[in-house]
């Protein structure tokens, strides 16, 4: 599913680097937002993902956001420029009221995000 989405993100966003805007890195990469461990039902939202490079992007961004926390936090300074001052509240209200991601659940997501993709491909929106 993550390369799924990664997909559908590239065509609708760009191939590159959502933090640091190097193009077309080859570790592009889905990048949570909200992590997937504490925030599980965010795991397939649009809305707390970002395309970000791992280790070969201008800022490394998702490998540093990871294992530096000082540059972690001017990374969070640029999330929170590109998704606006509220994003965490927002982001929790939205992990607050969707559904827990059971295996049908999860089934139904993948096959929308994979006909979604293929319309994409064909140039529908």
Sequence with gaps: IQTTIREILKIERGDKCEICGTKSPKSLGVFHIMPVSTHPRLRFSFENILLAGWLDCAGKCHFTWHKNYFKAQEINKKIQKLRGDDYIV??????ATTPRLDKI?????EVGLKAHLEKLKNGKK
């Excluded at 659940?105 to 997501?109: D, H, L």
């Design 105 to 109: 659940r999860v089934g139904m997501i």
């Design 90 to 95: 927002r982001l929790s209200a939205l992990h």
